[in-house]
């Protein structure tokens, strides 16, 4: 059984009220003793009573009379003047306990609506956080009031925001820059080996290095597109239209028909209209990523079927070899793959599903998979708003 969580709202409300019923409780308490110190004495005011009204009554009895109607009008006064002590205090407590009821009752609507107020800066503080996304970095709270502990809470978590803007840019740019930098010099190397692979006197061994350096050459090209890619996804968008996510999937199933017929592999489709808003080309990428993903680590004989316009925005799901559970959420971290047959095309870079998600934020949606079942592969579920 999980312990009771109560808010801070709640605790200080409850520390609030509290606090009063204790110090009205004190009130009541030193009230209660003054009164009843104030009411004069039972036995003494009862025989001064007494003896001065049988006085009056009898002014010339002084022997025998006198003395037994002193004594019964004296017991007489002190039991009214008891009964009178007991009314005046009973009274006293009951009345002073329902204002005390009624005052506490009051007591903690006014803290509930303190603690309320004390907690607004705390509240827009969250409501900041939680609207905070790597493309909109740029809020800040910029809270106004005095100099207490909540302004300056406030501040260092601007502060805080600062600090990660400027990580954040700076990351996007390095990776930027580096990318495009590398493909300058890789663009020269391909185009090197393949002038000398033209030469008809070059050796059979020096053709088998200059294919294997093109292949290498390839897959690192793939690697630093996948990377800018992956750049600009995580900065956001910088224009959202829509569009139409049926037409685009209509679109890549049809590029990739040369390559699932060469694998074996048979792609299915079920394309429902389907308009999100958001970048058409980072869209199309993900929609290639997750078909080519599903053709590539696929098994001769086996089936790609895409789904658009269900609950999911796209479920894209593959026959092929299992894949445990604890190991899907890896495939989405950049240069990750299963160990074994998913391991076996060393052309991928391994950026895929990663790059998938990163779009897949940066229009607001998330990305998601589980195993296939007995025929093994993956399902991946793709929610776009």
Same mark, same amino acid.
């Given at each position: @059984?999980?312990?009771?969580?109560?808010?801070?709202?709640?605790?200080?409300?409850?520390?609030?009220?509290?606090?009063? !019923?204790?110090?009205?409780?004190?009130?009541?308490?030193?009230?209660?003793?003054?009164?009843?110190?104030?009411?004069?004495?039972?036995?003494?005011?009862?025989?001064?009573?007494?003896?001065?009204?049988?006085? +009056?009554?009898? %002014?010339?009895?002084?022997?025998?009379?006198?003395?037994?109607?002193? &004594? $019964?009008?004296? $017991?007489?006064? &002190?039991?009214?003047?008891?009964?009178?002590?007991?009314?005046?205090?009973?009274?006293?407590?009951?009345?002073?306990?329902?204002?005390? &009821?009624?005052?506490?009752? !009051?007591?903690?609507?006014?803290?509930?609506?303190?603690?309320?107020?004390?907690?607004?800066? !705390?509240? $827009?503080?969250?409501?900041?956080?939680?609207?905070?996304?790597?493309?909109?970095?740029?809020?800040?709270?910029?809270?106004?009031?005095?100099?207490?502990?909540?302004?300056?809470?406030?501040?260092?978590?601007?502060? @805080?925001?600062?600090?990660?803007?400027?990580?954040?840019?700076?990351?996007?740019?390095?990776?930027?820059?580096?990318?495009?930098?590398?493909?300058?010099?890789?663009?020269? $190397?391909?185009?090197?080996?393949?002038?000398?692979?033209?030469?008809?006197?070059?050796?059979?061994?020096?053709?088998?290095?200059?294919?294997?350096?093109?292949?290498?050459?390839? +897959?690192?090209? +793939?690697?630093?597109?996948?990377?800018?890619?992956?750049?600009?996804?995580?900065?956001?968008?910088?224009?959202?239209?829509?569009?139409?996510?049926?037409?685009?999937?209509?679109?890549?199933?049809?590029?990739?028909?040369?390559?699932? =017929?060469?694998?074996?592999?048979?792609? =299915?489709? +079920?394309?429902?209209?389907?308009?999100?808003?958001?970048?058409?080309?980072?869209?199309?990428?993900?929609?290639?990523?997750?078909?080519?993903?599903?053709?590539?680590?696929?098994?001769?004989?086996?089936?790609?079927?895409?789904?658009?316009?269900? &609950? %999911?925005?796209?479920?894209?799901?593959?026959?092929?070899?299992?894949? %445990?559970?604890?190991?899907?959420?890896?495939?989405?971290?950049?240069?990750?793959?299963?160990?074994?047959?998913?391991?076996?095309?060393?052309?991928?870079?391994?950026?895929?599903?990663?790059?998938?998600?990163?779009?897949?934020?940066?229009?607001?949606?998330?990305?998601?998979?589980?195993?296939?079942?007995?025929?093994?592969?993956?399902?991946?579920?793709?929610?776009? %708003?």
């Amino acid at each position: @059984m999980k312990p009771l969580r109560l808010s801070v709202r709640t605790k200080l409300t409850a520390l609030y009220g509290g606090a009063f !019923l204790l110090v009205g409780l004190a009130l009541l308490v030193v009230n209660y003793l003054l009164v009843s110190s104030t009411l004069p004495d039972t036995a003494a005011f009862a025989s001064n009573a007494a003896g001065i009204a049988v006085q +009056r009554a009898s %002014p010339f009895d002084t022997t025998t009379i006198l003395p037994a109607k002193r &004594a $019964q009008a004296t $017991q007489l006064v &002190a039991t009214s003047l008891t009964e009178y002590r007991s009314d005046v205090l009973a009274t006293l407590l009951w009345q002073s306990l329902v204002a005390l &009821a009624i005052a506490g009752a !009051l007591a903690v609507l006014l803290g509930w609506l303190m603690a309320s107020r004390v907690l607004r800066p !705390l509240h $827009q503080i969250t409501s900041t956080a939680r609207k905070l996304e790597v493309e909109n970095l740029d809020r800040r709270i910029d809270l106004d009031g005095p100099d207490d502990e909540l302004k300056e809470l406030a501040d260092t978590f601007d502060g @805080m925001l600062d600090r990660l803007a400027v990580s954040f840019d700076s990351q996007k740019r390095f990776v930027a820059n580096a990318s495009h930098e590398l493909r300058t010099p890789l663009a020269v $190397q391909r185009t090197l080996v393949e002038v000398a692979m033209a030469d008809p006197d070059v050796s059979p061994d020096l053709r088998k290095i200059g294919e294997h350096l093109i292949y290498t050459n390839e +897959r690192s090209e +793939r690697m630093i597109e996948g990377l800018l890619v992956l750049a600009r996804s995580d900065r956001g968008l910088a224009a959202r239209g829509p569009v139409r996510l049926d037409e685009v999937a209509t679109t890549v199933i049809r590029s990739v028909a040369a390559m699932a =017929e060469e694998a074996g592999v048979t792609v =299915e489709s +079920r394309l429902r209209p389907r308009t999100v808003s958001g970048d058409p080309v980072l869209l199309e990428r993900l929609v290639t990523n997750l078909v080519h993903n599903a053709i590539t680590y696929n098994r001769e004989g086996g089936w790609v079927h895409v789904d658009i316009g269900g &609950a %999911p925005a796209l479920v894209v799901r593959n026959t092929g070899p299992q894949v %445990p559970l604890d190991a899907v959420p890896a495939l989405f971290e950049p240069f990750r793959r299963l160990s074994g047959d998913r391991t076996g095309d060393s052309r991928n870079a391994g950026l895929g599903l990663s790059i998938v998600r990163s779009i897949a934020q940066a229009h607001g949606g998330t990305a998601g998979a589980e195993p296939g079942g007995r025929g093994g592969g993956l399902v991946v579920r793709v929610r776009l %708003p």
